[in-house]
């Protein structure tokens, strides 16, 4: 479906135009401020000393000559922090029955992970403070590690969590009905076990935070790199005590987030503690090795599933069973269970079965905590429903193109709502998949696979339908009592010399949301894009909104904007009509002047109307008083989430001999609905597809027993490089949600959502003359090996 | 919890050593710890932020500046090790207008998103570039791939710098035949 011609398709629209990011500038001059390069006079710097273990109870900390040490400011260990900082328990209603232990930012009496921080030190600087931890001695008396899943799971194995009677965090089940029939009657039965690998954002900007507070002004100013300055706006009030009011959240320039910088870190309310106990402003940058062993993890599932078809190939029915072990306790304030509720909504989504049945299990094991990142969830899901489909197709003797053909659900079946309760509103599956077969050219490729496979060397195809979920509700968080707004807000002003200044509370991480909130503003108001300033990421100066997570930008945030500049259009257009003895109706606004609306004809420049409104208020008829700084909030409405959807198919070669897999091209077909710039949509599927080859590749947080990571550094933990990565050739469908006016979806998650099933599934293909599969990722050389026979 | 007094001292670790070299086109002093690494010095004594801690081990190349003409990682030597070199960093690069091409070419197709790796990219790029006038897309990669990027997928990233090669070749094919 092609998006119907709207007032937003005129000639010369900033909507829809590949307009470069007039905020990259600064960036590529080295004039990016990040929170890590910021100073604030009288600051101190922050180091955690870490545990070593696992899983230990600790006796005694033994700190005298670290504090002893000249130019050391403060040595603070849980019980100090304690004090001023009430617990936080990562638990939401709606996830009914699940548990998890408080957490405080430095532990009182024993630690969960290897790498946890124990003690802090603050001094002049931060190698001075790194001098003062070797100085420390913490005595532990070490407690059996669950590390493993299959470990966490035993009858009788120790208890993670001390209060609970096993280790399972939450389980949850979805029946549609009728599974157990469908399975009865069907022809054919596929079943596949799965396991996805632990991984980890590693943003190239590590964590940072600056906290400062003032006791006289009873103020805390945090500079936090993060997506959400709201939320932990929040949150730094309700645990310290200081009124929302007096919190301030700054979130500068953002060295990539992808949803790492969201989460609540034990150091981060470490430092603003340590802030108020020393009434100075305290920095704390996590360094490479601590990201590895800090930041969230996320993936590690391990998924059954099994999939019935009838005699036509015509999928009946899909049953699934996800374990996923995430870290010692659940995420604060979104959870560790996000994922795993995603897993098992999302699989089968794009195809047209109705009876699903699903069990999800989420353990508690001693490691570092997992939570949201990139694609929460659709990559699993995505990775188990495709290769389960190309499992059918063999079973049945059908072309993958085929049988999706025959299963996914029609472009004119919508709305529906999915077996799982998903409501679709409106998806184009079918005409996504026609155009990527034509993309690729299909049938010239399963040719040359043929020849080449007669000269030893063996190319894969693979495909993966997905369905993205974007624009979230406030049934994603709120509904479970979590204090995170799915609603944005604006203030939009028109200056005394005409220009636009928009503060909004979407974030930028460098996806381009100050640029396309600024082509919306300027587009509705008929203002170059170039007059339009937008302002983010500060607490003191937006609205309250939620900010950048889960694609929401683009949809919600770009509405809000859209509904703030028409408001703002209409209060210039009032005081216009005053003034040129008009009504508002007869008036427009093009290229930053007032133009009859009938004739297009130029009657006066807007900056006109804004001289006279700032400073010659006295000419207008009395009892004028003009707006021209409105606040706006926009919070979505209709469906609970925007779906989007699309298509990836990947081409490869595997060296047979050695495992190594070489990408050669990865194509990609979408529809995020109303597209606002093009070049950053494509932009953000080559990014998140390239995320998602990692993850189906290279990337992996390897454990050992004792459960020490094993690969923490960025020479041992495999990201994807130049090198590595193929084209990305890409295609767009429309589709516009009717829930807003602009009718922009989430475009953020689509490329890593099926970027690894895709490979999955054309690794297998290539593959597929040695009578061999796999069902593991990371796919390494050395799992091809093995499933070759060879290693 | 225990609040120590603010005396400062400085043990062994704190001595400062003299270093003197040229940073920009400047003459440039700065009194560092024999264990501070160029990249500290830069960052936090010279205050040239742009070039950007990302691994502290030579991997990720978000700390790419030239010495003496070459890109080096700021992360992998201490400061005084770079006494008596001339030490160009993004800032520089760009007041004397060496990568402006790149820069645009970058801005225009939008080859950053968080702009963090940026500096380290455009060193890379600028290298390659000086000792090969035409690369091919598999040598820009190649060229590339001890730059970590995890916003872009690299491919605006390549298609940019091959635009630039190819804009300056034929810029020098035009100047050679008038």
């Not at chain 1, 900007?205 to 945090?222: F, N, Q």
């Not at chain 2, 690494?37 to 932020?49: A, F, I, V």
Request: proline content about 5%.
């Amino acid at each position: 479906m092609t998006a119907p011609l709207t007032s937003l398709d005129r000639p010369n629209s900033y909507i829809g135009r590949s307009v470069p990011r007039p905020n990259a500038k600064r960036l590529l001059a080295g004039r990016g401020r990040y929170v890590t390069d910021v100073k604030l006079p009288r600051m101190l710097h922050a180091a955690f000393l870490r545990s070593p273990h696992a899983h230990a109870q600790i006796t005694s900390i033994d700190f005298e000559r670290a504090r002893a040490l000249d130019g050391v400011h403060l040595v603070a260990t849980g019980a100090d922090l304690a004090k001023i900082c009430s617990p936080w328990t990562g638990t939401l209603d709606h996830f009914k029955g699940m548990i998890s232990e408080p957490q405080l930012p430095l532990p009182l009496e024993r630690v969960v992970w290897a790498g946890q921080a124990v003690v802090a030190v603050v001094a002049e600087s931060r190698a001075l403070a790194e001098d003062a931890l070797e100085l420390i001695t913490v005595h532990y008396e070490e407690l059996p590690a669950v590390v493993a899943l299959d470990q966490a799971r035993e009858p009788g194995t120790p208890l993670v969590n001390p209060e609970s009677h096993s280790n399972l965090c939450f389980r949850s089940q979805l029946d549609s009905g009728g599974v157990d029939d469908a399975f009865a009657r069907a022809a054919h039965v596929v079943e596949e076990e799965f396991s996805f690998g632990r991984h980890t954002p590693v943003t190239l900007e590590p964590r940072a935070i600056i906290a400062d507070h003032d006791p006289e002004a009873g103020t805390l100013t945090v500079h936090h790199a993060t997506q959400t300055p709201y939320q932990f706006q929040d949150l730094y009030s309700r645990h310290f005590g200081i009124p929302e009011s007096r919190v301030r959240v700054i979130a500068p320039d953002i060295g990539g987030s992808f949803g790492m910088k969201l989460h609540v870190y034990h150091e981060d309310m470490a430092v603003v503690g340590l802030s108020i106990l020393l009434r100075r402003p305290v920095k704390f940058v996590a360094d490479r090795i601590e990201s590895f062993v800090s930041d969230i993890h996320a993936r590690d599932h391990r998924v059954r599933a099994r999939m019935a078809l009838d005699e036509n190939g015509d999928i009946l029915a899909m049953d699934v069973h996800d374990v996923t072990a995430i870290g010692a306790f659940s995420t604060y304030p979104r959870t560790s269970v996000v994922e795993g509720n995603q897993v098992i909504r999302l699989i089968g989504a794009p195809y047209r079965f109705k009876n699903y049945r699903a069990v999800l299990e989420v353990i508690f094991q001693h490691k570092v905590q997992t939570s949201q990142y990139r694609a929460v969830g659709h990559p699993i899901a995505c990775a188990v429903t495709e290769r389960m489909v190309d499992l059918a197709a063999a079973r049945t003797g059908r072309d993958p193109f085929d049988i999706r053909a025959q299963n996914l659900i029609a472009d004119d079946a919508y709305p529906l709502t999915s077996p799982t309760g998903y409501k679709f509103e409106a998806l184009s599956h079918q005409a996504c998949l026609q155009r990527l077969r034509d993309m690729m050219n299909d049938d010239a490729l399963r040719a040359e696979q043929t020849t080449l496979r007669a000269r030893g060397i063996h190319r894969g195809i693979g495909i993966a339908s997905f369905v993205e979920i974007t624009n979230p509700g406030p049934a994603f968080y709120g509904v479970g009592g979590a204090r995170i707004s799915s609603q944005d807000g604006a203030t939009i002003s028109l200056t005394p010399t005409g220009e636009v200044r928009c503060a909004i509370s979407v974030t930028e991480q460098g996806q381009g949301t100050e640029a396309i909130v600024s082509q919306i503003v300027a587009d509705q108001l008929g203002i170059a894009q170039e007059h339009v300033k937008v302002v983010t990421g500060d607490t003191e100066v937006t609205p309250h909104g939620g900010a950048t997570w889960a694609c929401r930008g683009a949809g919600i945030g770009g509405e809000t904007a859209l509904q703030a500049a028409r408001v703002l259009k209409a209060n210039i257009l009032q005081i216009a009509a005053l003034v040129l003895q008009e009504q508002p109706a007869a008036l427009d606004i093009e290229d930053s002047t007032i133009v009859d609306a009938a004739t297009r004809l130029q009657r006066l420049p807007v900056a006109e109307i804004a001289r006279i409104v700032y400073f010659r208020s006295d000419t207008l008829p009395p009892g004028t008083q003009a707006q021209f700084t409105v606040s706006h909030h926009f919070a979505p409405q209709g469906y609970p989430f925007a779906f989007t959807n699309g298509i990836q198919g990947c081409h490869l070669e595997v060296d047979v001999e050695t495992g190594f897999i070489k990408l050669l091209k990865h194509f990609v077909v979408e529809d995020c609905g109303r597209i606002i710039n093009p070049m950053l949509v494509d932009e953000q599927m080559r990014g998140g597809v390239v995320q998602g080859l990692g993850a189906a590749l290279f990337e992996e947080c390897r454990y050992g027993d004792t459960g020490q990571l094993l690969n923490g550094s960025l020479a041992d933990y495999l990201v994807p490089m130049a090198m590595e990565m193929p084209d990305i050739v890409i295609d767009h469908l429309e589709t516009p949600t009717q829930d807003t006016v602009l009718g922009a979806k989430g475009c953020g998650e689509a490329g890593t959502a099926a970027a690894s099933a895709c490979v999955l599934n054309a690794v297998n293909d290539a593959l597929a003359p040695f009578g061999v599969s796999i069902n593991a990722i990371p796919i390494t050389p050395a799992r091809v090996l093995k499933a070759l026979g060879r290693f | 919890m225990s609040v120590t007094g603010t005396s400062f001292g400085s043990g062994d670790a704190d001595e400062t050593v003299r270093v003197r070299f040229m940073v920009n086109g400047r003459k440039t002093v700065c009194e560092v710890a024999p264990r501070d690494t160029l990249l500290d010095c830069l960052r936090d004594r010279l205050e040239l932020t742009g070039t950007h801690a990302g691994c502290e081990m030579g991997t990720c190349a978000a700390c790419l500046v030239q010495l003496d003409g070459r890109a080096v990682h700021a992360c992998l030597m201490f400061a005084v090790q770079a006494d008596g070199a001339r030490i160009d960093t993004i800032e520089g690069l760009t007041e004397s207008g060496a990568i402006a091409d790149l820069q645009a070419e970058f801005h225009r197709r939008n080859a950053l998103q968080c702009g963090f790796c940026t500096p380290g990219m455009l060193i890379s790029a600028h290298e390659l570039l000086s000792h090969n006038a035409v690369p091919s897309r598999e040598t820009i990669r190649d060229a590339l791939s001890g730059n970590y990027c995890r916003c872009t997928g690299y491919e605006a990233i390549v298609d940019a710098i091959a635009a630039v090669a190819a804009a300056r070749a034929a810029r020098k094919t035009r100047d050679h035949s008038s």
